[in-house]
Nanobody, 122 residues
Framework: QVQLVESGGGLVQPGGSLRLSCASS????????MGWYRQAPGKQRELVAA???????NYADSVKGRFTISRDNTKNTLYLQMTSLKPEDTAVYYC????????????????WGQGTQVTVSL
C-alpha cells in the first residue's frame, strides 16, 4: 500500500501562485509514476500533470507554461508549482500514484490522496 497526503491548497487571487505538495509513504518503491488531477464542481476529473521515475513529464494543454510538476525523492514528495492562476483553475486537486505510467495518464491510478482545495478568486 501507498499513502498520499496533499497539502498547500488555499485561496489565491487571479495571477497568483501556489505550490501543492504530496507526501508519500508506504511501499513507495513500487511507484513508477505520479500525477496531479483536479476536479471542479460539475466537471469530470482531469489530469493536470504527470511525471515518471525517469522524470518524463506530461501536462494538460490548459496548464502548459504555467504549472510545473516535480519530485524530491529524498523527501518522498511530489510538487505542483502553479503560477499565473486563473479562476478556471479552481478545483479540488488530487495526487495519484501507480507502478504503471499508463494508468496515471488514463486516470486509473491505484493510489489517491484525499485532495486539497484550490480557489482562485478576487
Amino acid at each position: 500500500q501507498v499513502q498520499l497526503v496533499e497539502s498547500g491548497g488555499g485561496l489565491v487571487q487571479p495571477g497568483g501562485s501556489l505550490r501543492l505538495s504530496c507526501a508519500s509513504s508506504g511501499r513507495i518503491f513500487t511507484i513508477d509514476a505520479m500525477g496531479w488531477y483536479r476536479q471542479a464542481p460539475g466537471k469530470q476529473r482531469e489530469l493536470v500533470a504527470a511525471i515518471t521515475n525517469g522524470d518524463s513529464t506530461n501536462y494538460a494543454d490548459s496548464v502548459k507554461g504555467r504549472f510545473t510538476i516535480s519530485r524530491d525523492n529524498t523527501k518522498n514528495t511530489l510538487y505542483l508549482q502553479m503560477t499565473s492562476l486563473k479562476p478556471e483553475d479552481t478545483a479540488v486537486y488530487y495526487c495519484a500514484a501507480d507502478d504503471a505510467p499508463r494508468r496515471i495518464l488514463y486516470g486509473l491510478a491505484r493510489y489517491w490522496g484525499q485532495g486539497t482545495q484550490v480557489t482562485v478568486s478576487l
